[in-house]
């Protein structure tokens, strides 16, 4: 199983950017997917999950009405659509999925390689 995410970059706060997370290797529509990231000298958190069907979906409070996960299960990909970004949303954004709908990064068997999001004041 291999995740793939990208789309990562420098912005200005205020500005958009859309991570994509394409999987191979794997039934990707059986599985919950989920994005966390993991700032400098910070742990991981949890950001944003969507179920297996796309009928769930859970934010973190702190991008709750500025990003939104979706995904399409033809192709095999999820997407993180972050909006008016501030700059303590800097991070390393990685893309992993389980069979298990959850917000915590133990239970997530597979994950992407990370994608640098840098978001200047």
């Known amino acids: 199983v291999q995740l793939q995410a990208s789309g990562g970059g420098l912005v200005q706060a205020g500005d958009s950017l859309r991570l994509s997370c394409a999987a191979s290797?794997?039934?990707?529509?059986?599985?919950?997917t989920a994005w966390f990231r993991q700032a400098p000298g910070k742990e991981r958190e949890f950001v944003a999950v969507?179920?297996?069907?796309?009928?769930?979906?859970v934010y973190t409070d702190s991008v709750k009405g500025r990003f939104t996960i979706s995904r399409v299960n033809a192709n095999n990909t999820v997407y993180l659509q972050m909006n008016s970004l501030k700059p303590e949303d800097t991070a390393v954004y990685y893309c992993?999925?389980?069979?298990?709908?959850?917000?915590?990064?133990?239970?997530?068997?597979?994950w992407g390689q990370g994608t640098q999001v840098t978001v200047s004041s």
């Open positions: 290797g794997v039934t990707f529509s059986t599985y919950t």
């Open positions: 969507i179920s297996w069907s796309g009928l769930s979906i």
């Open positions: 992993a999925a389980s069979v298990f709908y959850t917000s915590t990064s133990r239970r997530y068997e597979y």
